[in-house]
């Protein structure tokens, strides 16, 4: 898609994006309520994790697991690069950043760059080309203010909407420290929709550049990192480990993610319903910490 259809593509989004082989894993039929799951053997076994290893609560009631299966999918990730004025990197930096994802990733996935200021702006759409993209962060600049919320909220509703359902394995990571100054879309509403539509978020954190000063409608910035990613997921490394970051987060998203799926039992078809899983010994898990209500 050339950059005058995007720009096209885009332009009802409110805030709108401007233009710039595991044989041995475990299958099954996938039904019901149906999550994305981070699973790893830190026990140093081969064994295939198994349905058995796993207990999952909804509300605090333990849940029936139909189906747990290792996810082969290639991954879409956007990555979101505050592009504001007082940012604490340098566009250098911040390109570099960018450039480490691009040498990590495997066959079949690809990156979407969005840089955000008062607006999400598309630097590059859907690509694995290391040139196609080193060539895009030229119009990298830093101007304006840090609207994360809003950026966040396009970025799943105009980037990784349109490819669902057939696109499970989604995540965006966050370039940025957390500030959000000016955004229409509140925290809380831009939370609970990357965990309605199964997005994870991981982040590159720069040092908080407002020294952790108390907001008055949102999260300090630091919390706002610690929310987004933990509350999704993902999880969230220092802006200066982006190449060990890029490996981590590539590799998490080919290698150690589950599909699991369950019909609740015993909750509420109203509300949010926090979800909570503990494996067996040897085995760590991640999952969003709610599921939407059935009814809304």
């Not at 203010?145 to 057939?166: C, I, K, R, T």
């Not at 550049?209 to 220092?238: D, H």
Request: hydrophobic content about 40%; overall charge negative; glycine content about 6%.
């Amino acid at each position: 898609m050339g950059a005058a259809v995007a720009a096209a593509a885009f332009a009802f989004a409110l805030p709108a994006l401007s233009q710039s082989g595991h044989s041995n894993r475990t299958t099954g039929v996938l039904e019901g309520t149906i999550l994305s799951v981070t699973a790893v053997r830190t026990d140093g076994k081969e064994d295939p994790i198994r349905v058995a290893d796993l207990f999952l609560y909804e509300n605090a009631v333990e849940q029936k697991i139909r189906n747990f299966s290792y996810d082969p999918s290639p991954a879409r990730i956007i990555l979101l690069v505050d592009n504001s004025q007082t940012v604490p990197a340098s566009v250098e930096e911040l390109q570099q950043a960018i450039m480490e994802f691009v040498y990590e990733i495997y066959d079949g996935d690809q990156l979407f760059v969005i840089a955000y200021d008062e607006k999400p702006e598309i630097i590059q759409e859907w690509t694995d080309d290391p040139e196609t993209l080193k060539a895009s962060l030229s119009t990298l600049r830093k101007q304006g203010n840090p609207h994360l919320f809003d950026a966040l909220n396009a970025s799943v509703g105009e980037v990784l909407v349109p490819l669902m359902p057939g696109t499970r394995k989604t995540a965006i990571v966050v370039i940025g420290d957390g500030l959000d100054r000016g955004s229409k879309t509140p925290f809380d509403g831009m939370l609970n929709e990357l965990m309605d539509k199964n997005v994870t978020v991981y982040a590159l954190q720069l040092k908080d550049r407002t020294g952790g000063a108390y907001r008055r409608y949102s999260p300090k910035a630091g919390k706002v990192v610690s929310e987004i990613t933990k509350k999704s997921g993902g999880v969230s490394f220092q802006f200066s480990e982006a190449k060990k970051a890029a490996k981590y987060i590539c590799d998490e998203l080919r290698n150690n993610r589950y599909l699991l799926s369950y019909f609740p039992t015993n909750t509420s078809s109203y509300d949010a319903r926090r979800l909570f899983v503990t494996a067996g010994e040897g085995i760590e898990i991640r999952l969003k910490a709610a599921q939407p209500p059935n009814i809304k």
